[in-house]
């Protein structure tokens, strides 16, 4: 509880003033937004030296930009990690991690459910010889019985996308490492401020900014946070060359973004927390997934590796089928039915989209599953319009 504390106290001065040096800026008490692609040197020599040593030196931003370092000096010491570059969105920050970890006949193992575009991906890369397979188990041992000669990554979310089981970091990130298999973990849900994975070992963290780091459903980013060795080789290799960077912009929205975080987290657990304990005792559910409960089945690992809880949950209707679910979607008004999470408005919506039952089975989701983002707003104004909206 003591280091949660610290942290806690280290990590609202890091999203507040990290990285800024207003002293730098004429006291500016936020820092400019530079929007120049280039930087110019005094000699040629000078370029030369600073072209050499791009990654530390300001030459063309889509390779080093002020703006974007500073928010990525704050990600990276939120993180605890040593290095963070960002990108232009989650998926880029996915591809880029993934692209720096394989090459033609590796293997990544998934574990559970990942966001469906990181799926795309998965099956994406296999046209360059990059295989796949999903382990719809998030034990440890189940995941170890699932690694093959050839898996070079172990990639997943935790919690789980839809299902929200968690996955115990310690013991994977150790039995990784004996192996030589790189892990990489989306730490979206939790945000660096309730989930630290590379202090557990874990070897590369992904965002996608456009969710809590955000906030304010207005900006696209992601981010990728690890050893200085390995965001190294990924700066010279995926970020300057496949070039999918974060502008400036969306940096310096990021950047003020940061300072509310802490405070819009504790509001976004607070409402989930009591969200989840409605739905538990609602007659229409049969079951809701959000680790913060006591009932989840991994709530006591919950507490060992989480500090926190955000505001994305899923609930299961009794009556698990497309229809029952449209229904109730379309009932709500608080709720907002669109897709995302992560930002002060509230969003319902399900991946039963009643064309895709079956592949849902496949996934391990239920039919009646529905997600709910829970926003910074009234929490009895949402409760109320869940209920009627169940009825
Ligand atoms: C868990 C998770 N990771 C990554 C992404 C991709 O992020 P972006 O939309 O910023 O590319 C998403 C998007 O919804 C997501 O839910």
Not at 177 to 205: C, E, S, Y
Not at 258 to 273: D, F, G, S, V, W
Not at 317 to 330: E, P
């Amino acid at each position: 509880m003591m280091t949660h504390k610290k942290d806690r106290e280290k990590d609202i001065e890091i999203c507040m003033h990290e990285g800024e040096e207003p002293e730098k800026y004429l006291g500016a008490v936020i820092p400019p937004t530079f929007h120049n692609t280039l930087f110019v040197y005094p000699t040629f020599e000078e370029l030369g030296k600073a072209v050499s040593k791009e990654q530390d030196h300001y030459v063309y931003t889509r390779g080093t930009n002020p703006t974007v370092h500073i928010a990525e000096k704050k990600l990276a010491r939120l993180e605890r990690g040593e290095a963070c570059k960002c990108f232009s969105s989650g998926m880029a920050a996915i591809s880029a991690a993934l692209m720096n970890s394989l090459k033609s006949g590796d293997h990544v193992l998934c574990v559970s459910n990942v966001y469906f575009s990181t799926m795309d991906l998965l099956n994406y890369m296999e046209k360059f010889n990059v295989t796949h397979s999903v382990v719809y188990a998030t034990d440890t041992e189940s995941i170890q019985r699932a690694i093959r000669p050839n898996t070079k990554v172990i990639y997943f979310e935790s919690p789980t996308d839809h299902n929200f089981r968690l996955i115990d970091l310690q013991a994977l990130a150790a039995f990784a490492k004996a192996r030589d298999i790189r892990t990489i973990m989306d730490n979206t849900w939790a945000t660096p401020l309730f989930q630290k994975p590379l202090t557990h070992g874990i070897d590369i963290v992904i965002h996608s900014t456009s969710k809590y780091l955000g906030g304010h459903s207005d900006l696209m980013g992601g981010a990728v946070i690890s050893s200085k060795q390995i965001m190294s080789k990924l700066f010279t290799d995926e970020f300057i060359m496949l070039g999918g960077i974060m502008s400036p912009h969306e940096a310096s929205q990021l950047i003020r973004s940061l300072r509310t975080l802490p405070i819009r987290m504790k509001r976004h657990e607070e409402n989930a927390m009591e969200i989840a304990h409605f739905l538990s005792s609602h007659p229409a559910v049969r079951t809701v997934r959000f680790p913060g409960l006591a009932s989840h089945p991994d709530y006591e690992l919950g507490r060992k590796q989480l500090s926190g809880y955000s505001g994305l949950l899923s609930f299961e209707l009794k009556k698990a089928s497309y229809d029952a679910v449209r229904k109730v979607i379309d009932r709500t008004r608080v709720f907002q039915t669109g897709v995302s999470w992560g930002s002060f408005e509230s969003l319902i919506t399900s991946p039963n989209f009643g064309y895709n039952e079956v592949d849902l089975k496949k996934e391990h989701t239920s039919p009646g599953l529905i997600r709910l983002s829970i926003g910074q707003g009234d929490v009895n104004e949402m409760m109320k319009d869940l209920q009627q909206a169940l009825e």
